[in-house]
């Protein structure tokens, strides 16, 4: 088999993708309610197709359609063993235009195969308040049409996401701000520092939060979701004058799923 031109080419076995940059990244709604409705994050194909050109130049990889294009397979040329090395997956249709969108799907899916942005699975629950976007509801059924886009994304060394703010561009209007850890005080926050009382809350708060989830962000955004009615997903989120009140929905779901399991909450309770 011949080699296509390259003019270089690494190894394929040392091959690894950079993460996704804020602007490759699209938004989609998930699901719609009366308090608001979840985002979802995703990369077209174009995005693809860049970076495999990117990293493998223009003749260095390809992809073939097989079963009326519901299974792509993805090659990389490597001169290491004068081979094509290839990944496949299979898609599912869209809503409209069924065979591009089954091919586009299909292909989308072998890149994530080779580790095109993986990442985005570590996406934490993205909420958006219903005052932060314009739903309208007909004949029982609830759509939104806002534009929304990713402004800002980090990841960590493991190239899970740690940071993400999402700006609704038709309200012009940051809508979702999440950190995995602590979010960095604002300026104009440390010249007004918050009582010890509200500050042992929201200590306690993210101890027992961590206590229960093992500090998984993603457990700690779906239990607040679910507690607050999808207002919070974070523990920085909450107002200082309902911290008290979180809290012991914690304490309650701690006392009575994970009895026996100490935490130093307890311990000042015991004390």
Known sequence: MNAPCIL???????????TLNADEIECRVAQITERGLQLLLYKNARVDMDILDERFGIFGWKREHSRDNANCTVSIWTDTINQWVSKEDTGTESNTEAEKGLASDSFKRACVNWGIG?????APFIWVKAADCDIKEKNGRRSCYDRFKVVKIGYDEKRRISELIIRNDTKNRIVFEWYATAKPPAKQDQARPKNATQRDFRADMTEIMNAITGGDAKYIATGLHVWS????TTIEQIPDTELAKYLGYAEEHYKKNHSGIPYAYDRKENR
């Open 8 to 18: 270089k080419q690494r190894r394929v076995n040392k091959t690894k993708f950079r």
């Open 118 to 122: 993986r990442e985005l699975y570590t």
């Open 229 to 232: 009615d999808g207002a919070y």
